[in-house]
């Protein structure tokens, strides 16, 4: 589908929003650990998930969000390797914090066609993830954006560079 289709679409369609921003916010982190390379700035997915609110959304009757809540993410769905509990995604969450492997500037998620299980460098699935062009549009769409809704809200605030703010390298919180 093109660009131009996909945003002149007259429904709204909250899972494709979800994945849009997720891929803009990857290449947004990839732009920032290219630009910080004294931190570790990684993407991590926690992989589907169940236990969260996530069903609430669906557009759906209220029967049908019942059942997906209550029956498909929890038991049906963790027997077909579509789903894991929030510990499990939490637990992704902490080895992006603590795994010295986990290389700086890289999204990691599920393997291809797999909504749970061990972690990958998603570029192996989406080359695009790791196009320096890419990430620096993304960055760039994202202080325009920023820089615009700060004017809106503040009335002329600025916000201050990324790199004057006083940040600890990861490496004071790694763990051995």
């Not at 630009?35 to 589907?48: A, K």
């Not at 027997?79 to 492997?101: N, W, Y």
Request: hydrophobic share 45%; proline share 7%; net charge positive.
């Amino acid at each position: 589908m093109c660009a131009l289709a996909r945003f002149s679409r007259k429904k709204f369609d909250g899972g494709s929003a979800y994945g849009e921003v997720k891929y803009v916010a990857a290449l947004w982190m990839a732009a920032m650990a290219r630009r910080h390379p004294s931190l570790h700035l990684l993407t991590m997915s926690p992989g589907n998930t169940f236990g969260t609110n996530i069903a609430d959304g669906f557009p759906a009757p209220a029967p049908v969000r019942f059942l997906i809540k209550h029956v498909a993410l929890p038991y049906l769905a963790p027997l077909f390797g579509m789903a894991h509990s929030v510990e499990a995604g939490a637990k992704r969450i902490v080895q992006a914090l603590t795994d010295p492997s986990l290389n700086s500037g890289v999204f990691y998620g599920s393997k291809a066609d797999t909504l749970t299980g061990p972690v990958v460098d998603q570029s192996e699935i989406f080359p695009d993830l790791s196009n320096p062009t890419f990430q620096d549009n993304a960055y760039e769409a994202v202080h325009r954006f920023i820089a615009k809704s700060v004017l809106a809200i503040g009335g002329g605030q600025t916000l201050p560079d990324f790199k004057e703010a006083s940040v600890e390298p990861a490496s004071k919180y790694r763990t051995a």
